[in-house]
Structure formats: structure tokens, C-alpha cells
């Protein structure tokens, strides 16, 4: 009885802290997104397998709205970059795409079970987005 109990209580521990890291994922793609859209509501394309879950977080705030194609969002999550797609602001949800293609503007994905967050340098200098003083550690 008591080896039911603690496996009980270790699924519902497990359930409760892997909501919890959706909704972190969910904040940090507003703080992006905030970083590089000035005006609201921002619209958000995501297409990734590790963030799809993180869309109803997002649906739950007004000022971001999610959209089904990267062409009606302001700014796209997507696992690589899309090869029709110009003028958007792209950010890659894999460390290896984003090597693969440095005209994204920057990657965001999970890593040893914590968020990872790559600002790309020249992204930011051509389209003259300022990074405040606490994320210019993860410009690059």
C-alpha cells in the first residue's frame, strides 16, 4: 500500500511540474516576442514539437493571439526555418537549425531541462532592436 502511495504521489508531482514548464516556455515566448514586436496584439505562429503545448497558455492572454501559418504571424517558433518565407521574424526551437541558418533572428529551445535563449547579433543590429542590459548575455 504504501509502494501505491508513493507512486501516486510521484504521478501527480510529475503532471503538476511538466504543466508548470509549459507555462515557462509560454512566458519566455512572450518576453521574445514582446522584445521584437512593438504593438498589439502580436500574433504567433508556433510549429514545434517541444512548444505545441505551450499555444493554450498563450490563448489565455489578449495580447497574443496564435495563428495556423508563419505568413499571418508577426513572429514564427518553428523546429527549422521555412524556405518561402521572407520579411518575419523567425526564431528556431533547435540548436542545430539555428546553426544551419543564421538569418533567424535568434533560437529558443530546451536543453538538459532548462530553457536556452540565442539572440542572433546581427539580426539585432540590422533591424535596430534593443536587448535590455539582462538578456545581452545571450546575444551572439
Known amino acids: 500500500?504504501?509502494?501505491?502511495?508513493?507512486?501516486?504521489?510521484?504521478?501527480?508531482?510529475?503532471?503538476?511540474?511538466?504543466?508548470?514548464?509549459?507555462?515557462?516556455?509560454?512566458?519566455?515566448?512572450?518576453?521574445i516576442s514582446m522584445l521584437y514586436i512593438k504593438k498589439h496584439p502580436i500574433y504567433i505562429f508556433i510549429k514545434s514539437n517541444y512548444f505545441?503545448?505551450?499555444?493554450?497558455?498563450?490563448?489565455?492572454?489578449?495580447?497574443?493571439?496564435?495563428?495556423?501559418?508563419?505568413?499571418?504571424?508577426?513572429?514564427?517558433?518553428v523546429d527549422s526555418y521555412p524556405k518561402n518565407i521572407k520579411g518575419k521574424i523567425i526564431f528556431l526551437t533547435s540548436y542545430l537549425s539555428y546553426l544551419k541558418n543564421k538569418n533567424a533572428a535568434g533560437a529558443f529551445f530546451w536543453q538538459k531541462g532548462r530553457p536556452t535563449i540565442i539572440f542572433n547579433k546581427q539580426f539585432i543590429i540590422n533591424h535596430h532592436i534593443k536587448i535590455p542590459k539582462e538578456y545581452e548575455d545571450f546575444v551572439e
Open 52 to 77: 505545441n503545448k505551450t499555444k493554450k497558455y498563450l490563448q489565455k492572454n489578449y495580447y497574443f493571439y496564435i495563428v495556423n501559418n508563419c505568413n499571418k504571424a508577426d513572429i514564427c517558433f
Open 1 to 31: 500500500m504504501r509502494v501505491l502511495r508513493y507512486l501516486l504521489i510521484l504521478i501527480i508531482a510529475t503532471i503538476i511540474y511538466a504543466g508548470d514548464v509549459n507555462k515557462i516556455k509560454a512566458e519566455i515566448i512572450e518576453n
